[in-house]
């Protein structure tokens, strides 16, 4: 596909329209027994629609199925132009999981999902659902969330339901029995749909009914602000005692099956389903007398599972409780890098990180003959000490300390990346395409951009030649970023522009917001405020349908400042806007304030831009509502901040604005990495 496409424009950016206001109810969580009218109110009880409890066991859309029986039947004889509408995401909320073969999810449409028969007659583990390779093995491997794919489908999903709904009243009120045993993509969906539906003047109202008190995931939702409870939920530790999944006893040599299902558990987020099937599969392997690597390998999964939920000391625990039983040195190995891995990323402990990498090492240098399996944990190790080593570069005080510290970060990763250059196998390719970007991201941050992007561009022919467009949006990104950061304004606007095209025809409104927004920052930086206000107002438009509070507040900053700076009128919609999210600003304009004042109340009033980050987002807080790490390692390690006002910066040069944004955290200059022994350019040919 070539990202010269161009997609027809949606009907959300033609929509003139920005001022919202985020929807302030919604869910009401009731956590003990009490009547609708006492609750709701009397119209409430006219309004109300039943909706019965799900099967026990968390398995996906569990909950969304049990509102799709209420809501199909009304819908097929009411609203029959609305199926068709939504049916590309109503084939995947009613499909079945289905066996492998000709006709099985691996061979029709392209979409990976959970783990399905291994065609020996077993049954369908879960029901279908969208999860890539690549999603499965990233959690499961890097402890990473990967949730941008599955955030557009649930979008899709929830805009279906707010579109069908009204069939079955005007206002209607769901009453949902046994809320806490929804799973967590209904979950995720239900929410969704009550945010669209009160921005589109539809209300929807959710009344969950909580059989046992509570979950973490809702105790997490009732933080919301559309949420309110009723009573005191009553949370557990771990989940509460559930009849476990019928399972096999497996072995974890095997190359598909339960762990896959598992993997894609955990990919969705659906921590609740995966932690059942954990706890069945150590069940079924302890009774069968199974291997002390199998049930090492279930533990490991534990970790990660609650890893992904921020319980990061009970994750440690498990993986050290799963290094006391693993007897393979591949497997120990990979343990040591899991752990490494958590205490860099969670408490910020490098030293106590290289400890166990240098463990992994260890345990892989026992062995005579080293397998591919080995060498690909090996590689991966050493790109964990290359991060490692690049953190601590960020945290020295010292320069010459730094940038040894860089130097011996760029060998490890070389060092990983010959391993496994020429190594079959998707486990390997992953890797080489993990490695390769992280390269090219040692460059940025060292301050080589040109080599940066010339070293992506060459890594990423392949990738680039299957024709994938999926593939080209990272891509341009990546290549803008760093054309802005070594101040090439026009190159960079160029790279996002070519990148919001191929958005726009994947029908990506989530990436698309980050990229206008990105075009936007650029055009600011560049003086074109013209472009920039065209492309931040797009921006806040798709912000805005995505119901996401904190990029529209960001991308409208952004619109009223190239106003602002440009010295264009704020149209009606704009301002209407402004009244919500900047009254103080919004009141200036109206008393007719000058570019100096107006200025000054935008600062006063916080209007700030966020600076394109080194990597498009592979998770969305907002919709997956798991919430957000405490700090962005990608802007830290870059030297990217997270808001920037755009009036501040306007009296300096882009040179001296990188200078700031750059030298305030120690990034070397290019001449002085050059003369500390950076080879960058001879190294990436090696």
Same mark, same amino acid.
């Given at each position: 596909?070539?990202s010269s496409a161009v997609a027809a424009r949606p009907a959300?950016?033609?929509?003139?329209?920005?001022?919202?206001?985020?929807?302030?109810?919604?869910v009401v969580l009731c956590a003990h027994p009490h009547d609708?009218?006492?609750?709701?109110?009397? =119209?409430?009880?006219?309004?109300?629609?039943?909706?019965?409890?799900?099967?026990?066991?968390?398995?996906?859309?569990?909950?969304?199925?049990?509102?799709?029986?209420?809501?199909?039947?009304?819908?097929?004889?009411?609203?029959?132009?609305?199926?068709?509408?939504?049916?590309?995401?109503?084939?995947?909320?009613?499909?079945?999981?289905?066996?492998?073969?000709?006709?099985?999810?691996?061979?029709?449409?392209? &979409?990976?999902?959970?783990?399905?028969?291994?065609?020996?007659?077993?049954?369908?583990?879960?029901? !279908?659902?969208?999860?890539?390779?690549?999603?499965?093995?990233?959690?499961?491997?890097?402890?990473?969330?990967?949730?941008?794919?599955?955030?557009?489908?649930?979008?899709?999903?929830?805009?279906?339901?707010?579109?069908?709904?009204?069939?079955?009243?005007?206002?209607?009120?769901?009453?949902?029995?046994?809320?806490?045993?929804?799973?967590?993509?209904?979950?995720?969906?239900? #929410?969704?749909?009550? &945010?669209?539906?009160?921005?589109?003047?539809?209300?929807?109202?959710?009344?969950?009914?909580?059989?046992?008190?509570?979950?973490?995931?809702?105790?997490?939702?009732?933080?919301?602000?559309?949420? +309110?409870?009723?009573?005191? &939920?009553?949370?557990?530790?771990?989940? @509460?005692?559930?009849?476990?999944?019928?399972?096999?006893?497996?072995?974890?040599?095997?190359?598909?099956?339960?762990? @896959?299902?598992?993997?894609?558990?955990?990919?969705?987020?659906?921590?609740?389903?995966?932690?059942?099937?954990?706890?069945?599969?150590?069940?079924?392997?302890?009774?069968?007398?199974?291997?002390?690597?199998?049930?090492?390998?279930?533990?490991?999964?534990?970790?990660?599972?609650?890893?992904?939920?921020? /319980?990061?000391?009970?994750?440690?625990?498990?993986?050290?409780?799963?290094?006391?039983?693993?007897?393979?040195?591949?497997?120990?190995?990979?343990?040591?890098?899991?752990?490494?891995?958590?205490?860099?990323?969670?408490?910020?402990?490098?030293?106590?990180?290289?400890?166990?990498?240098?463990?992994?090492?260890?345990?892989?240098?026992?062995?005579?003959?080293?397998?591919?399996?080995?060498?690909?944990?090996?590689?991966?190790?050493? =790109?964990?000490?290359?991060?490692?080593? %690049?953190?601590?570069?960020?945290?020295?005080?010292?320069?010459?300390?730094?940038?040894?510290? !860089?130097? %011996?970060?760029?060998?490890l990763e070389f060092d990983a990346f010959r391993l496994v /250059?020429?190594?079959?196998?998707?486990?390997? !390719?992953?890797?080489?395409?993990?490695?390769?970007?992280?390269?090219?991201?040692?460059?940025?941050?060292?301050?080589?951009?040109?080599?940066?992007?010339?070293?992506?561009?060459?890594?990423?022919?392949?990738?680039?030649?299957?024709?994938?467009?999926?593939?080209?949006?990272?891509?341009?990104?990546?290549?803008?970023?760093?054309?802005? +950061?070594?101040?090439?304004?026009?190159?960079?606007?160029?790279?996002?522009?070519?990148?919001?095209?191929?958005?726009?025809?994947?029908?990506?409104?989530?990436?698309?917001?980050?990229?206008?927004?990105?075009?936007? #920052?650029?055009?600011?930086?560049?003086?074109?405020?013209?472009?920039?206000?065209?492309?931040?107002?797009?921006?806040? @438009?798709?912000?805005?349908?995505?119901?996401?509070?904190?990029?529209?507040?960001?991308?409208?900053?952004?619109?009223?400042?190239?106003?602002?700076?440009? +010295?264009?009128?704020?149209?009606?919609?704009?301002?209407?806007?402004?009244?919500?999210?900047?009254?103080?600003?919004?009141?200036?304009?109206?008393?007719?304030?000058?570019?100096?004042?107006?200025?000054?109340?935008?600062?006063?009033?916080?209007?700030?831009?966020?600076?394109?980050?080194?990597?498009?987002?592979?998770?969305?807080?907002?919709?997956?509502?798991?919430?957000?790490?405490?700090?962005?390692? =990608?802007?830290?390690?870059?030297?990217?901040?997270?808001?920037? =006002?755009?009036?501040?910066?306007?009296?300096?040069?882009?040179?001296?604005?990188?200078?700031?944004?750059?030298?305030?955290?120690?990034?070397?200059?290019?001449?002085?990495?050059?003369?500390?022994?950076?080879?960058?350019?001879?190294?990436?040919? /090696?």
């Amino acid at each position: 596909m070539s990202s010269s496409a161009v997609a027809a424009r949606p009907a959300w950016l033609q929509d003139p329209t920005l001022a919202w206001r985020p929807a302030v109810r919604g869910v009401v969580l009731c956590a003990h027994p009490h009547d609708l009218a006492g609750c709701l109110g009397p =119209n409430a009880v006219r309004a109300a629609v039943a909706i019965g409890p799900p099967p026990t066991g968390y398995d996906h859309l569990c909950g969304v199925q049990e509102l799709l029986a209420v809501l199909l039947p009304a819908a097929r004889g009411a609203l029959p132009e609305v199926l068709q509408r939504h049916a590309e995401v109503l084939s995947l909320l009613t499909r079945a999981n289905e066996p492998d073969g000709p006709d099985g999810p691996d061979s029709s449409d392209g &979409l990976d999902g959970p783990d399905s028969p291994d065609g020996q007659g077993h049954a369908p583990r879960g029901r !279908f659902v969208p999860v890539s390779e690549t999603a499965s093995l990233g959690t499961t491997r890097r402890i990473s969330r990967e949730s941008h794919t599955t955030a557009g489908w649930i979008d899709r999903a929830a805009r279906f339901l707010v579109d069908a709904l009204p069939v079955l009243g005007e206002r209607p009120v769901l009453v949902i029995e046994a809320f806490d045993h929804w799973d967590r993509i209904s979950v995720r969906i239900l #929410y969704r749909a009550v &945010l669209i539906a009160d921005q589109q003047g539809r209300p929807l109202t959710v009344r969950g009914l909580l059989r046992d008190g509570g979950t973490q995931f809702l105790e997490r939702l009732s933080r919301q602000r559309a949420v +309110r409870v009723c009573g005191t &939920l009553s949370v557990p530790d771990a989940p @509460r005692a559930a009849p476990a999944p019928a399972v096999e006893p497996w072995r974890s040599a095997e190359p598909v099956g339960p762990l @896959r299902a598992i993997g894609d558990a955990i990919a969705l987020q659906n921590f609740e389903r995966a932690d059942l099937l954990i706890a069945a599969h150590l069940a079924a392997v302890g009774a069968a007398g199974g291997r002390v690597d199998d049930l090492a390998d279930l533990i490991r999964l534990q970790a990660i599972s609650q890893a992904q939920t921020g /319980r990061i000391d009970s994750a440690v625990a498990k993986l050290e409780e799963s290094l006391r039983l693993a007897e393979r040195p591949e497997l120990r190995a990979h343990l040591n890098y899991l752990v490494a891995l958590l205490v860099t990323k969670r408490k910020d402990d490098t030293d106590t990180a290289r400890t166990y990498y240098l463990r992994g090492l260890d345990c892989l240098d026992a062995l005579a003959e080293p397998g591919v399996e080995a060498q690909v944990e090996k590689a991966w190790i050493l =790109n964990g000490l290359a991060l490692a080593a %690049a953190i601590d570069a960020r945290e020295a005080e010292e320069s010459g300390g730094r940038d040894q510290l !860089f130097q %011996a970060a760029f060998e490890l990763e070389f060092d990983a990346f010959r391993l496994v /250059r020429e190594m079959p196998g998707d486990s390997a !390719f992953y890797l080489r395409y993990n490695l390769s970007h992280n390269l090219a991201f040692l460059l940025q941050i060292t301050g080589w951009h040109r080599q940066a992007e010339d070293f992506l561009r060459s890594v990423s022919v392949t990738m680039l030649g299957t024709g994938r467009p999926e593939f080209y949006v990272p891509h341009h990104y990546a290549i803008a970023v760093l054309q802005l +950061r070594r101040g090439s304004h026009e190159e960079a606007a160029e790279s996002f522009g070519a990148a919001v095209r191929v958005a726009g025809t994947l029908r990506d409104p989530f990436h698309l917001e980050k990229l206008l927004a990105a075009a936007g #920052y650029t055009d600011m930086r560049r003086g074109d405020h013209t472009g920039a206000a065209r492309h931040y107002r797009d921006a806040a @438009r798709t912000a805005r349908r995505l119901c996401d509070e904190k990029a529209f507040a960001q991308d409208l900053a952004g619109l009223l400042w190239a106003l602002t700076l440009g +010295r264009s009128p704020w149209d009606r919609h704009t301002l209407a806007a402004a009244r919500i999210w900047y009254p103080e600003a919004a009141g200036a304009y109206d008393r007719g304030a000058g570019q100096e004042s107006l200025a000054e109340a935008l600062t006063t009033a916080g209007a700030e831009v966020a600076p394109p980050s080194s990597k498009l987002p592979s998770y969305l807080p907002a919709v997956d509502l798991e919430g957000l790490p405490e700090r962005d390692l =990608n802007r830290f390690l870059a030297g990217i901040t997270s808001r920037e =006002n755009p009036g501040q910066l306007s009296g300096r040069s882009v040179g001296e604005r990188e200078a700031v944004a750059v030298d305030a955290v120690g990034v070397p200059e290019p001449e002085r990495a050059q003369a500390s022994g950076h080879s960058v350019t001879g190294g990436v040919g /090696r």
